[in-house]
């Protein structure tokens, strides 16, 4: 069950650690997003916060994600797995240790929602190419959900070099297809709802934060959802409204014992979670979900980075990357008849769990280059300190319910007979049983 670590090696030209480096400088104004707003707002009204940030995130032509390269040091953000190979080594881990624990069925797709540059897949693929013989003969597939075209384009290059083909119609539910160097078929789809069902394991990295929220203030009156509206001093510049009489969201979304006084909904996540426990339910598998957020306590959260800098999310529609904090107990709301959930657990503790430390202590061992020896351990300081990654971002899981079921005692018998206990879950420590 276990998986040794020290089989694998330091990835070649290890990527550079590049949290610090400085904002760019370069403001783009969008003017276009901006017109379309404005334009938009004068022909029907306020927008919601969901509606305008599904707009400035993804409209398919003028849209932050389908235009930008947005990771890295010229971007406006940097993630895990773009700051250490160790980060996706060890999701790959837990990958195959979830795999295993669900007996090793013979078909594996992996399936990730937004894989930014596809760094993280491509360093889940490189463990199970270094462990083939824990995968014995399972087919592996990789499927990859992704909105924007230019990074489907990156990430085809980084997993499938020049392979990969885009689909010969615009409505093909594959838009993209191509092949591993080792033979493992990818494919891109815009949505989940296009990945063919079977036995997969998913994972969502920093993918939540960035589907679209509503935001509801409660009022005299009762709640009311926040929405977007031309400033009336300013023709170029938007604001926030509150809604003077309730919407069919403010009225749906919002549960009624809530006790805070503004609370934000991402609806959309709720529908990706449910399909996510569904799949798992119906077909086997579980879900990996890693994002910064909370467990229903946080208000506002809405908030824009450009250049690595704090951006005011109404300013230049466009140009900033938009992200609200994730309410994990709504995904676990929406999920739980289905599947059992487990955690959220700090990122600090899911990679001590999975082993990071001694992971560490290969790498060190086997690297004499001073730079990269920095580089590695300012990389393991950035993911796992408390006031850096360690404890802002959460790990949290959607498992079948088999995964955990309890041993069950046998009736009538006098020797007391059990089903085996269930494996562990790796990188979770309270198991919770449901
Ligand atoms: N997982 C990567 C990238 C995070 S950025 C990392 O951690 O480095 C968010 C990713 O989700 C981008 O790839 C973006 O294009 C994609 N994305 C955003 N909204 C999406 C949506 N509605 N459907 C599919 N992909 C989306």
Same mark, same amino acid.
């Given at each position: ?15 550079? !650690? ?29 927008? =919601? ?9 993804? %409209?398919?032509? =003028? ?5 930008? %390269? ?6 406006? +953000?940097?993630? $895990?797995?773009?700051? $250490? ?8 881990? *837990?990958?195959?240790?979830? *795999?295993? &624990? ?28 270094? #462990? ?55 494919? *891109? ?10 036995? $997969? ?21 009762? *709640? ?13 510049? #938007?604001? +926030? ?20 006084? /503004?609370?934000? @909904? ?41 250049? /690595?800098? #704090? ?30 959930? #487990?955690?959220?657990? =700090? ?14 202590? @290969? ?26 990654? &360690?404890?802002? +971002?959460?790990? !949290?899981?959607?498992?079948?319910? $088999? ?32």
């Amino acid at each position: 069950m276990f998986i040794t670590l020290s089989a694998l090696a330091l990835r070649s030209g290890a990527r550079t !650690f590049r949290l610090f480096c400085s904002p760019s400088t370069d403001e783009k104004p969008q003017p276009s997003m901006l017109r379309h707003l404005t334009s938009k707002i004068k022909s029907t009204g306020p927008v =919601t916060v969901a509606e305008y940030m599904r707009e400035v995130l993804t %409209n398919p032509v =003028t849209g932050y994600y389908v235009k930008n %390269n947005m990771l890295g040091p010229e971007g406006d +953000f940097i993630t $895990s797995p773009e700051i $250490s190979q160790i980060f996706g080594e060890l999701v790959g881990v *837990w990958i195959l240790s979830e *795999w295993m &624990g669900a007996g090793q069925p013979k078909q594996l797709q992996l399936v990730e929602l937004g894989p930014g540059k596809g760094s993280l897949a491509s360093d889940v693929l490189r463990v199970f190419g270094q #462990l083939r013989s824990v995968l014995g003969g399972a087919s592996v597939s990789l499927h990859l959900v992704e909105v924007s075209p230019a990074l489907s384009r990156l990430q085809a290059q980084n997993l499938t070099g020049d392979s990969s083909q885009e689909a010969d119609a615009e409505d093909e539910p594959v838009y993209r297809s191509g092949e591993t160097a080792a033979g493992l078929p990818v494919s *891109w789809y815009r949505r989940l709802d296009d990945v063919p069902t079977g036995f $997969s394991i998913f994972v969502a990295h920093e993918f939540f934060d960035a589907l679209p929220i509503h935001k509801f203030q409660r009022t005299e009156k009762g *709640w009311r959802e926040v929405m977007v509206d031309i400033d009336p001093d300013k023709e170029d510049q #938007l604001r +926030f409204v509150v809604a003077p009489s309730p919407t069919l969201s403010s009225s749906t979304l919002v549960q009624a014992d809530e006790s805070r006084s /503004h609370v934000e @909904v991402c609806a959309e996540g709720g529908v990706i979670v449910q399909q996510l426990a569904r799949r798992i339910a119906e077909d086997g598998g579980a879900a990996l979900i890693a994002d910064y957020g909370h467990d229903g306590t946080k208000t506002d959260t809405f908030r824009g980075f450009k250049g /690595h800098q #704090l951006h005011d999310v109404l300013s230049s529609p466009g140009s900033a990357d938009l992200t609200a904090d994730v309410d994990f107990s709504f995904l676990r709301r929406m999920a739980e008849s289905d599947v059992a959930c #487990l955690g959220p657990v =700090t990122q600090r503790t899911f990679l001590k769990n999975m082993g990071i430390d001694s992971r560490m202590q @290969v790498l060190l061992r086997n690297c004499s280059d001073p730079s990269t020896r920095k580089q590695l351990i300012s990389s393991y300081d950035m993911l796992t300190n408390p006031s850096k990654m &360690g404890e802002r +971002f959460h790990f !949290f899981s959607l498992l079948h319910h $088999s995964r955990l079921a309890k041993p069950k005692k046998v009736e009538g018998l006098t020797l007391e007979k059990r089903s085996p206990a269930p494996l562990p879950v790796a990188g979770f420590t309270k198991l919770k049983f449901s």
